[in-house]
C-alpha cells in the first residue's frame, strides 16, 4: 500500500517536473526568437551604415554575420541593397541569384538599380522572370520597370506597362503616374503628360515639376508660369530648386524682367541661390537680358 502510494506520489512529482520544464521552454523560446529577432535588426542596420558611411568593408562583414543565420530575405534584402547602393552590382546579383526565395522587395531592388545603371535588358527580363515565377508585381515594380523603359525611350513598351498598371489598380498611385509622366516626358508625348496629370488623384513635388520642366521644353512659357502658381496656390506645395529652376528658364525664353526679379528674390529668400541648377537659369536668363552680374 505504502509503495503504491509511492509510486503515485512519485507519478505526481514527474508531472510537475515535466510541467515546469515545459513552462520553462516557453519562457526560453521567444527570448531565443527575440534574441534572434534582435541580433538581425542590429545586422540591418549594420547594414544601412555601410550604405550611409559608403563602406564596403562593412557591407562584407556585414554578408559574413547574415552567413550564421538561415536564409532570411529581411537580412538578405538588406545586404543585396547595401551592395547595390554601394555601386558593387556583381556582388548584389550574386546573392540575389543565390537566394532561395525571393520576394517582390529583391526583385525591385535588383530591377531599379539595374535599369539605371546601364542594364536595362537585364532589368527588363528580371521584371518578366518575376512575373513568370508568380510574385506579385507592387507599385514600386512597376516604377522601377517604367523608369528602365525611359533609359530605353521604349514608349511602346511603356504604353503596355501603362495599361497594366491600369488593369491592376496601380494608375491611381502617385509614384506610378509621375514614373510615366517622366517617361512620356522624355519621349516628347508632352500631350500625354498634361493628361496623365490632369487624370492624377493626388499629385507630389515631383508631379508638378515633371509637368512644369516638360512645358518649359516645349517653350509654353505662359503655361510654365500658371502651373508655377497653381501649384502653390491650389495644391499648397512649397516649391524647390527643381520648380524654380524651370520656370526661371521660362524667363529666359521670354524675357519676362518682371517675374524674373519675383523668382530671384523667391531664391534669395529661400537660400537656393547657390544651387548649382538654379544659378544655371540665373546666368541664362541675365546674360540672355545683356546683364552678367547676378
Known sequence: MVREE?????????????RLLQMRLLLIVPLLRMKKVVEMVRIKGLALSSI???????AKAVHASILKFEADNYLLNALITAYL???LLSDAYTMFSGMCDPDVVTYTSIIS?????GYEFQALELFFRMRESGIESNEFSFVALLTTCGQMLELELGFQVHSLTRKLGYLSSTFVANALMALCDKCGYLEDVLVL???MLERDIASWNTVIAGVVNELMYDKA???FHDMQIVDGFRVDQFA?????????GCSALKARR?????????GFENNLGVNDALIAFYTKCGEYHI
Open 244 to 252: 524654380l529652376s524651370s520656370v526661371l528658364h521660362a524667363c529666359a
Open 52 to 58: 550611409m558611411e559608403g563602406d564596403i568593408e562593412l
Open 225 to 227: 508660369f500658371e502651373l
Open 85 to 87: 547602393k554601394l555601386g
Open 113 to 117: 538599380v539595374f535599369g539605371k545603371s
Open 197 to 199: 496629370f490632369d487624370e
Open 6 to 18: 509511492e509510486r503515485v506520489e512519485g507519478k505526481k512529482r514527474a508531472s510537475v517536473a515535466i
Open 262 to 270: 519675383k523668382i530671384h528674390a523667391r531664391v534669395l529668400k529661400m
